[in-house]
């Protein structure tokens, strides 16, 4: 079992920032890559971005230029860094660990994008 715990979300201002994180627990020792998906009211959940344990990125194009995601191995914790915040950013973001043919999600976390 792997253990999500996302922290960082909040009311931010149209072209704030917010960096979210994302710490795994428990055995993690094979997660292949993590990633942040993102579900607003009356919509799919969606990939944002995803990082592989070798450092590889992929964020979707909604996002690129705005969002950087990185990790930490040392503390196992993937950061989401988002920048240039627009209205449409607005979603609980959850974190997702894929281990072989298992996944795990966090629980989320609430970014809301208002003036």
């Known amino acids: 079992q792997v253990q999500l715990v996302e922290s960082g979300g909040g009311l931010v201002q149209p072209g704030g920032s917010l960096r979210l994180s994302c710490a795994a627990s428990?055995?993690?020792?094979?997660?292949?890559?993590m990633g942040w998906y993102r579900q607003a009211p009356g919509k799919q959940r969606e990939l944002v971005a995803q990082i592989t344990t070798g450092g590889s990125t992929n964020v979707a194009d909604s996002v690129k230029g705005r969002f950087t995601i990185s990790r930490d191995n040392a503390k196992n914790t993937v950061f989401l860094q988002m920048n240039s915040l627009k209205p449409e950013d607005t979603a609980a973001y959850y974190c997702?660990?894929?281990?072989?043919?298992?996944?795990?999600w966090g629980q989320g976390t609430q970014v809301t994008v208002s003036s």
């Open positions: 428990g055995s993690i020792a094979s997660i292949s890559f």
């Open positions: 997702k660990a894929v281990r072989g043919r298992e996944a795990y």
